[in-house]
């Protein structure tokens, strides 16, 4: 009876064994991976920070207005080139 036994234990603990390694092998596989995860999520957000940050010095108005100046060789506006415009009454 206990040869018996033993011979229906021995797979059944051979299975269970196999099962505890493919689950130990699925854990580190999904723990590298969620660490590659977390690494690349702290790469995005300092590369959303330097965009930020670059965002805020590109959009000053003093940027702005020496590009236009330099680049597109614009003038500031004085009141004596102001043209105003009315619209006629009948």
């Given amino acids: 009876m206990s040869g018996r036994l033993n011979f229906v234990l021995a797979p059944a603990l051979l299975i269970c064994a196999l099962a505890l390694v493919t689950a130990q092998y699925q854990a580190r596989r ?7 995860s977390a690494s690349q999520s702290r790469q995005l957000d300092i590369e959303w920070a330097q965009l930020q940050l670059a965002q805020s010095t590109l959009g000053k108005n003093a940027r702005i207005e020496v590009s236009a100046i330099r680049d597109l060789h614009m003038v500031p506006l004085t009141p004596v080139r102001i043209q105003y415009l009315t619209v006629g009454r009948e």
């Fill in 30 to 36: 999904l723990f590298i991976e969620l660490e590659r």
